[in-house]
C-alpha cells in the first residue's frame, strides 16, 4: 500500500521489469562462466591462454588471442568462451531494456520532458553499445 | 552489556577479515610481482579473486561505501591483472550491485526516478568521454592519477557529514520545471517526509565531473553522488543513497560499453568478482548490526588511503 503511495506506476514498471532482467542476467553471467571455465563447450581460447596474457593491456591482448569484444563474438553463440561474454554483454544491457519499456509509458501521461530525456538516455546508451560513441571496432 | 560484548567480538572478527583480506592478497600469499607472467595456475587466480571479492564485499556494506570503489585500487594493487581489465570489472562489480539493489529502492519510493533520469543523462555522457580517455591513457599516468583520486576520495570520506533531512525552503526554477520532488515514508522517524531540491543546475555541472572520473577508473561513483544529491542539492539522505545507486546503474552501464568495445571487459576477470562482492554484501548486510560500523569504516579508509598510496608509487615506477 505504501509502496503504491510513493511511487509511481512508471517507477513500479521500471522496477519491476528492472527485478526480472538484472536476476536473469546474474544466473546467465555465473552459467555462462561456469561453461566457460569448466569447459563444457569448445573455447577458442583457453582460460589458460588467457591467464597467460592478463598482465598485458587490452589492446596487446587482443593482438595475441582472440578474446571476444564488442560485437565480433555475435556469430559463434556455440562457444564457451563467448558464452561467457555474452552474458556480461547482456548485463550491461539491462539498464536499456528498462529505460525504453518506460518511454511508452511517460508518452501515455503526455509527459514531455521526461519522454524526451529517456529516449535520449537510451539512445546515448544504444550509442554506445553499438560502438559509434564509443570507439568500437 | 551482551550486546556491547557481541559487537565487540564482531570488530574484532571484522579487523580479523580485513587483515586476511591483506594477507591472503595473492601477491603476498602467492609471492609474485606485479606483471610478471604468470606461473600460480589460472584456476587459482580465479578462487582467490572470488574470495578477495566476498570480503571486500563484506567490509563495503559495513563501512558504508560501495565495491567498486574498492575493488579498482585493491585488486590492481594485489593481483596479476593489467588495469585495463580492473577498471572493466570494477565497473561491472558497481554496475551489477545497482542492478539488484535498484528494484526494491524504487518500489518503496526511496530512489526517485526523475531525479536520476535529470543528472544520468549528462553523467553518462561525460561517463563514456572519461572511459575513453582512461584506456588512452598511459598506465603510469592512470596509476598517479587513480592514487590522487582515491586519496581524494578517503579524505572525502573521512570528512563529509551528511544531513539526513536537509531542510529546502525553496526549490529552483529548473527542478521545478523537471517535477523534481517527492514523498517517501522514513521507517526511523515513522512518518511521511516530503522533499524538494534546489542548486540543480551547479549539481548538474558536479555530475559531468563525477561521469567523467567513474567512466576513467571504473569506479563506482557513490562517494561522490551521495554527497552531491544530499549536501548540494539537498535530498534527504534515503533518497539520496537510492537515487545515487539508480544513477550508477545508467553511468556505469554507458562506460562498460566502452570498455566492450575496448577489449577491456574478460569474463575470467570480471565474473568471479562479481559473484564474490554480490555474495559478501549479502553476508556483510547480516552482519552490519553486530559490528563497530565506525571502527570499520575508518579501517576501510585507511585501506584505501594505502592503495591510493601503492597506486601513486606504481605510477611514479616505485
Known amino acids: 500500500m505504501k509502496q503504491q503511495l510513493h511511487a509511481n506506476r512508471i517507477q513500479l514498471t521500471y522496477a519491476t521489469v528492472l527485478s526480472w532482467t538484472s536476476t536473469l542476467g546474474i544466473i546467465f553471467v555465473v552459467a555462462g562462466y561456469l561453461v566457460y571455465v569448466l569447459q563444457l563447450l569448445p573455447s577458442a581460447v583457453s582460460p589458460s591462454e588467457v591467464a597467460m596474457h592478463w598482465h598485458l593491456r587490452a589492446a596487446e591482448l587482443h593482438k595475441i588471442v582472440p578474446v571476444p569484444s564488442g560485437w565480433d563474438w555475435i556469430y559463434q553463440l556455440g562457444r564457451g568462451d563467448v558464452l561467457s561474454y555474452a552474458s556480461v554483454v547482456y548485463l550491461s544491457s539491462v539498464t536499456m531494456l528498462c529505460l525504453a519499456v518506460i518511454i511508452p509509458l511517460f508518452l501515455k501521461e503526455k509527459d514531455m520532458i521526461y519522454s524526451v530525456m529517456t529516449l535520449l538516455q537510451v539512445l546515448v546508451l544504444v550509442f554506445a553499445a553499438a560502438g559509434i560513441v564509443s570507439g568500437g571496432h | 552489556m551482551n550486546h556491547r560484548y557481541c559487537r565487540s567480538i564482531g570488530s574484532i572478527v571484522l579487523l580479523a577479515l580485513l587483515t586476511g583480506l591483506l594477507l591472503f592478497s595473492p601477491a603476498v600469499a602467492f609471492a609474485v610481482p606485479s606483471h610478471p607472467p604468470v606461473q600460480t595456475e589460472w584456476w587459482v587466480w580465479e578462487i582467490a579473486l572470488f574470495v578477495f ?266
Open chain 2, 53 to 318: 571479492s566476498f570480503f571486500l564485499g563484506i567490509i563495503a556494506v559495513i563501512a558504508g561505501v560501495g565495491g567498486g570503489v574498492l575493488f579498482v585500487p585493491i585488486v590492481s594493487s594485489f593481483f596479476p591483472f593489467h588495469i585495463d581489465f580492473v577498471r572493466g570489472a570494477g565497473l561491472l562489480v558497481a554496475l551489477s550491485g545497482a542492478l539488484s539493489a535498484g528494484s526494491p529502492l524504487l518500489k518503496k519510493g526511496l530512489a526517485n526516478l526523475k531525479l536520476a533520469l535529470s543528472m544520468a543523462l549528462i553523467a553518462s555522457i561525460s561517463s563514456i568521454a572519461g572511459a575513453m580517455v582512461g584506456l588512452a591513457m598511459p598506465e603510469n599516468v592512470v596509476q598517479l592519477s587513480l592514487g590522487a583520486t582515491i586519496l581524494g576520495i578517503s579524505m572525502i570520506m573521512l570528512l563529509s557529514k551528511n544531513s539526513a533531512y536537509p531542510e529546502i525552503t525553496e526549490p529552483d526554477t529548473l527542478s521545478q520545471i523537471l517535477h523534481i520532488y517527492g514523498i517517501y515514508y522514513d521507517e526511523q522517524l515513522k512518518k511521511e517526509v516530503s522533499w524538494q531540491i534546489h542548486r540543480t543546475p551547479i549539481g548538474l555541472m558536479l555530475f559531468i565531473v563525477i561521469g567523467f572520473m567513474a567512466g576513467m577508473f571504473g569506479l563506482g561513483a557513490g562517494w561522490a553522488n551521495v554527497p552531491v544529491f544530499n549536501l548540494v542539492l539537498g535530498a534527504p539522505l534515503r533518497v539520496s543513497v537510492a537515487t545515487s545507486i539508480f544513477v550508477l546503474s545508467i553511468n556505469d552501464t554507458a562506460a562498460a560499453w566502452v570498455y566492450l568495445h575496448k577489449g577491456a571487459v574478460l569474463p575470467l576477470i570480471a565474473v568471479p568478482s562479481v559473484a564474490g562482492m554480490m555474495l559478501g554484501t549479502k553476508i556483510g548486510a547480516r552482519l552490519l548490526t553486530k559490528v563497530h560500523t565506525r571502527v570499520v569504516r575508518k579501517l576501510v579508509i585507511t585501506l584505501l588511503a594505502a592503495a591510493g598510496m601503492r597506486a601513486l608509487l606504481k605510477g611514479f615506477g616505485i
